[in-house]
């Protein structure tokens, strides 16, 4: 059995910030990739909004830097996903790929969170050509052009709020004959002349050529007065929600009523002392990549100081 003082699992920016104090520290942190390597960064084409970057990044590229260096401080990178976890006592006990298992006196997790999808095949097709899971993140590229939002919560409405600040235009695509946001949220939505709610609509599928142009959409589906109806947009904006990767840690931690891992108030430490959370796996309110980067710093400072005066 493998033993580490410090074990990092998620290779987005929390997680890779993590393994660069960490590595200063001289904890000697191995870092598993998880089930997506480098995060949901590397489906981003551009990032404008990261501070040192200022030609802007694809994120792919942001992160291949991150990784390099961690590794350059002596970060053990390796490939592999947490299947299991035994968090009862020090060291903790963590699963790699369902055989390997590693004792580690501090643990950082830093899996984030996967955006919900409605499972078309073009949101695969299009994705870093006008599909989205981040108006914050990518509304900037859509300045004066018209793009689309799917869902009919607070957070699909605060999305085309944004959104309809840059964009000539914004549909809300709701599949129901009501918005399920808040009062004050469903009122600043309707009063906004750029945006057009689309109630009962479900979008079948997105067409274009170098890129997204349109959606297909059907209106009352199933129903004796079912249409179909085309849009033409430059971008689609998924809003319906995000889903923590907590399911390994969760019957050891707190989660809060939207599964987040729950922390101290301001810093990165959980329920289990020596266990730390960092980036979009606790954090429903910003998800951004300089957020989880600024929260794996903390995770790595607590972690050494964990490990000094424990």
Not at 58 to 73: C, N, P, T, V
Not at 128 to 140: E, L, Q
Not at 165 to 170: G, M, N, P, T, W
Not at 250 to 273: F, H, M, Q, S
Request: with cysteine; aromatic share 8%; proline share 4%.
């Amino acid at each position: 059995m493998e033993k580490t003082k410090c074990l990092i699992i998620g290779s987005g920016p929390a997680g890779f910030t993590a393994a660069i104090y960490a590595s200063r520290a001289n904890l000697q942190p191995i870092l598993y990739e998880g089930i997506q390597p480098g995060g949901q960064l590397t489906m981003t084409t551009d990032i404008e909004n990261f501070p040192g970057y200022p030609e802007g990044i694809s994120g792919m590229a942001m992160m291949d830097d991150l990784k390099r260096q961690a590794a350059r401080f002596g970060t053990d990178i390796r490939s592999g996903i947490a299947t299991a976890a035994d968090l009862s006592v020090r060291p903790f006990k963590i699963t790699i790929d369902g055989s390997k298992v590693i004792e580690t006196e501090t643990l950082i997790i830093a899996t984030g969170a996967s955006a919900k999808y409605l499972g078309l095949a073009d949101e695969t097709k299009y994705a870093g050509m006008g599909v989205s899971a981040c108006a914050t993140c990518d509304g900037f590229f859509y300045r004066k052009k018209t793009v689309a939002v799917v869902g009919g919560g607070d957070t699909a409405c605060e999305e085309a709020l944004y959104l309809a600040s840059l964009a000539k235009q914004v549909y809300l695509i709701v599949r129901k004959p009501f918005l399920r946001a808040s009062k004050i949220m469903q009122s600043k939505v309707s009063e906004k002349e750029n945006i057009k709610i689309l109630f009962e609509h479900n979008t079948l599928g997105l067409f274009g050529e170098n890129g997204v142009e349109g959606a297909h959409l059907v209106y009352r589906k199933g129903e004796p007065d079912e249409a179909k109806v085309d849009i033409a947009i430059d971008g689609f904006f998924l809003a319906i929600g995000h889903k923590p990767n907590t399911e390994v840690f969760k019957a050891w931690l707190k989660t809060c009523d939207k599964g987040y891992l729950v922390t101290e108030n301001g810093t990165p430490r959980t329920t289990i002392p020596g266990v730390f959370a960092a980036g979009d796996v606790a954090d429903p309110e910003y998800r951004q990549a300089i957020t989880a980067a600024a929260a794996g710093c903390k995770a790595a400072i607590e972690a050494e100081r964990f490990l000094l005066y424990g």
